[in-house]
């Protein structure tokens, strides 16, 4: 069984559009995130939500809005895409504390054209 | 402001020899670091770890070492193998923030 999930894997769209990632976690934790990894490979957090409450966001533009209906999805909408958005985007989870290992899902590949 | 840095992009090692990646940070508060690894088109996974109060923790052929003083660790990968080529995070939490910070990312080849 999948433990984080995310679909779609591949994402092409144009400049302008709105478009959805969602995530759901089959492992129990109370904690998931959002990361981006950009063309040079960094990988950064984007959000974080614990118990469906937001508690990491960081500068993220306001096109980009995560949603989570529960404990075990947060899904990613991102509105009036531009190209700078092309990136593979990773969902994760783990339990809230330091030290707890984060599971990431397999990424998702937005190309924006 | 990167906190986890990892200065080496790249590293290529011949089969059967010592692969070392390197990892530096900046913020004292961070009290738990973690390694990660990640093939082409995959998430990245857990690897192994290590707590602050320790500064050698050791699994099978992987072995992180932690230098408070220094802030530096290294992942020590012994014998290297063709499989363990792939791209190695090195991540860092403190207590109740909620996240990791993860550093560049360091490519690793090992040769046959």
């Known amino acids: 069984d999948t433990a984080v999930s995310q679909t779609p894997k591949y994402l092409v769209t144009q400049m302008g559009n709105d478009k959805s990632i969602k995530c759901e976690q089959n492992l129990g934790h109370d904690t998931m995130y959002w990361y981006k990894q950009d063309s040079k490979k960094f990988l950064k957090i984007m959000f974080s939500y614990n118990n469906k409450e937001l508690i990491i966001n960081e500068t993220v533009p306001n096109r980009f809005s995560p949603k989570s209906p529960d404990k075990a999805h947060l899904n990613l909408h991102i509105n009036s895409l531009e190209l700078g958005d092309s990136a593979v985007y990773f969902c994760?989870?783990?339990?809230?504390?330091?030290?707890?290992?984060?599971?990431f899902g397999e990424g998702s590949w937005l190309t924006v054209v | 402001d990167q906190q986890v840095k990892q200065n080496s992009p790249s590293l290529s090692v011949q089969e059967g020899r010592i692969s070392i990646l390197n990892c530096d940070y900046t913020n004292s508060m961070f009290d738990y670091f973690l390694w990660y690894k990640k093939y082409p088109a995959e998430g990245p996974t857990f690897l192994i770890s290590?707590?602050?109060?320790?500064d050698k923790n050791e699994d099978g052929r992987f072995t992180v070492f932690l230098n408070k003083s220094a802030k530096h660790l290294s992942l020590h990968i012994v014998p290297s193998q063709p499989g363990d080529s792939a791209v190695y995070f090195c991540?860092?939490?403190?207590?109740?923030?909620?996240?990791?910070?993860f550093g560049d990312g360091t490519t690793l080849t090992v040769k046959p």
């Open positions: 991540a860092a939490s403190a207590r109740n923030a909620g996240k990791s910070t």
């Open positions: 290590i707590s602050s109060i320790k």
């Open positions: 994760a989870s783990s339990l809230l504390g330091s030290g707890n290992t984060i599971y």
